[in-house]
């Protein structure tokens, strides 16, 4: 095997296109078939770490075990090389000199010497970990949207530019469709001809006014047409993100929660009188369309979706008590350790959240063993 320094130089006729192998933007090395790396470039010396690419021949005397962030994968490299006439291209992890793995795209061949012998291995290397870390995250997302979606959770993502809007499957479950039956990709303009008549017209507004003034947050109950021509109440919690010059969303995502259920036990609290002698101004109103609260000589209380679910089944059990087995069952649709322990956390924070506005408790009384009862008038709209 000729020494280090014989191997490879770059000779070049003219002087001024530079030394290719040192002013090369891609790694470039030389190693004997058993790993011991023979020359590098600098741009594999930067690549890995090192400060030069004497230090990196010097400081690596095996390859599969300090380069290599899978040792075996060098053996294999090495006799897929050997085995074939040309080049051989593989993505490999590799380990720097501070530990830090990196992904790279490496394109290596055999060379034979003077006896048709194997002289050494020549490999190109490029750095792809920022491609192999956006794939990863990508291929992520998507499984957190298959988990979601398999649990029956509606998600939605909307291009504001390209005015086409994507379901998940769970959507299509909630409105009567097979899954070949409608697109998971909409026009928005199809998707507006599927809201009941009575909103249409607020939803569209609403929606090119969160667009244009730069809204991020969107809370919002209406109603959609299913396959057999009923609709459905449904809340849908939304965020806008990203903005062109002008200040207006680009994208926008959200979950739709279907609250058929709960309007439908709400309409006799929606319909019923107050108490008599109940003064307007002492009542609380659950608001229906902005998913808020309005407490009485307050400004409203903005509900988060779990909070909101609490407040529409309190509402709808007036003047009973709320079960705590409802409350769970009709926010997480189980009642076990976790969700109950959420529920007692989703009341903890309302509850803070009322006192720190109002400077007054909160008028809802626990009744250990039976449930909650919301003590002061409350209605809603």
Same mark, same amino acid.
């Given at each position: 095997?000729?020494?280090?320094?014989?191997?490879?130089?770059?000779?070049?006729?003219?002087?001024?296109?530079?030394?290719?192998?040192?002013?090369?933007?891609?790694?470039?090395?030389?190693?004997?078939? $058993? =790993?011991? &790396?023979?020359?590098?470039?600098?741009?594999? @010396? !930067?690549? *890995?770490?090192?400060?030069?690419? %004497? #230090?990196?021949?010097?400081?690596?005397?095996?390859?599969?075990?300090?380069?290599?962030?899978?040792?075996?994968?060098?053996?294999?490299?090495?006799?897929?090389?050997?085995?074939?006439?040309?080049?051989?291209?593989?993505?490999?992890?590799?380990?720097?000199?501070?530990?830090?793995?990196?992904?790279?795209?490496?394109?290596?061949?055999?060379?034979?010497?003077?006896?048709?012998?194997?002289?050494?291995? $020549? =490999?190109? &290397?490029?750095?792809?970990?920022?491609?192999? @870390? !956006?794939? *990863?995250?990508?291929?992520?997302? %998507? #499984?957190?949207?298959?988990?979601?979606?398999?649990?029956?959770?509606?998600?939605?993502?909307?291009?504001?530019?390209?005015?086409?809007?994507?379901?998940?499957?769970?959507?299509?479950?909630?409105?009567?469709?097979?899954?070949?039956?409608?697109?998971?990709?909409?026009?928005?303009?199809?998707?507006?001809?599927?809201?009941?008549?009575?909103?249409?017209?607020?939803?569209?507004?609403?929606?090119?006014?969160?667009?244009?003034?730069?809204?991020?947050?969107?809370?919002?109950?209406?109603?959609?047409?299913?396959?057999?021509? %009923?609709?459905?109440?449904?809340?849908?919690?939304?965020?806008?993100?990203?903005?062109?010059?002008?200040?207006?969303?680009?994208?926008?995502?959200?979950?739709?929660?279907?609250?058929?259920?709960?309007?439908?036990?709400?309409?006799?609290?929606?319909?019923?009188?107050?108490?008599?002698?109940?003064?307007?101004?002492?009542?609380?109103?659950?608001?229906?369309?902005?998913?808020?609260?309005?407490?009485?000589?307050?400004?409203?209380?903005?509900?988060?979706?779990?909070?909101?679910?609490?407040?529409?089944?309190?509402?709808?059990?007036?003047?009973?008590?709320?079960?705590?087995?409802?409350?769970?069952?009709?926010?997480?649709?189980?009642?076990?350790?976790?969700?109950?322990?959420?529920?007692?956390?989703?009341?903890?924070?309302?509850?803070?959240?009322?006192?720190?506005?109002?400077?007054?408790?909160?008028?809802?009384?626990?009744?250990?063993?039976?449930?909650?009862?919301?003590?002061?008038?409350?209605?809603?709209?």
């Amino acid at each position: 095997m000729p020494p280090a320094d014989h191997l490879y130089r770059t000779t070049d006729t003219h002087p001024d296109r530079g030394d290719l192998f040192a002013d090369a933007p891609l790694g470039i090395f030389y190693s004997t078939t $058993e =790993g011991r &790396l023979l020359r590098a470039n600098p741009a594999m @010396a !930067a690549m *890995l770490g090192y400060a030069s690419p %004497e #230090e990196l021949v010097e400081s690596v005397t095996d390859l599969g075990s300090q380069i290599y962030a899978e040792p075996h994968r060098r053996a294999e490299i090495v006799s897929a090389m050997l085995a074939r006439g040309g080049w051989l291209h593989e993505e490999v992890p590799m380990r720097r000199k501070d530990g830090a793995l990196i992904t790279v795209l490496m394109k290596g061949r055999k060379i034979s010497g003077a006896d048709n012998g194997i002289a050494c291995l $020549e =490999g190109y &290397l490029i750095n792809i970990s920022a491609r192999v @870390a !956006a794939e *990863l995250q990508v291929r992520e997302y %998507e #499984e957190r949207w298959k988990a979601l979606d398999q649990v029956g959770v509606i998600m939605l993502y909307y291009n504001v530019e390209t005015g086409m809007i994507h379901f998940s499957n769970s959507w299509k479950r909630l409105l009567g469709y097979a899954d070949h039956e409608i697109a998971n990709w909409l026009p928005i303009d199809q998707w507006h001809g599927m809201l009941h008549p009575e909103e249409r017209a607020d939803i569209e507004a609403a929606v090119r006014a969160d667009i244009n003034a730069g809204v991020s947050f969107s809370n919002r109950v209406h109603r959609v047409r299913c396959k057999e021509g %009923e609709y459905k109440w449904v809340h849908l919690l939304g965020t806008f993100l990203g903005r062109d010059a002008a200040g207006r969303a680009r994208r926008g995502a959200g979950v739709l929660t279907d609250i058929t259920s709960l309007r439908e036990a709400l309409s006799p609290a929606m319909s019923a009188p107050l108490p008599c002698g109940t003064p307007a101004s002492d009542t609380w109103i659950l608001d229906l369309i902005a998913c808020q609260v309005v407490i009485p000589g307050y400004e409203s209380l903005r509900l988060t979706a779990k909070e909101f679910q609490f407040f529409s089944l309190l509402a709808g059990a007036v003047p009973r008590p709320l079960t705590r087995d409802d409350a769970v069952c009709g926010i997480y649709g189980r009642n076990d350790e976790y969700t109950s322990r959420s529920l007692d956390v989703i009341i903890a924070r309302l509850r803070k959240k009322v006192e720190t506005l109002t400077f007054d408790p909160f008028p809802l009384q626990t009744l250990y063993g039976t449930g909650f009862l919301f003590t002061s008038p409350l209605t809603a709209r």
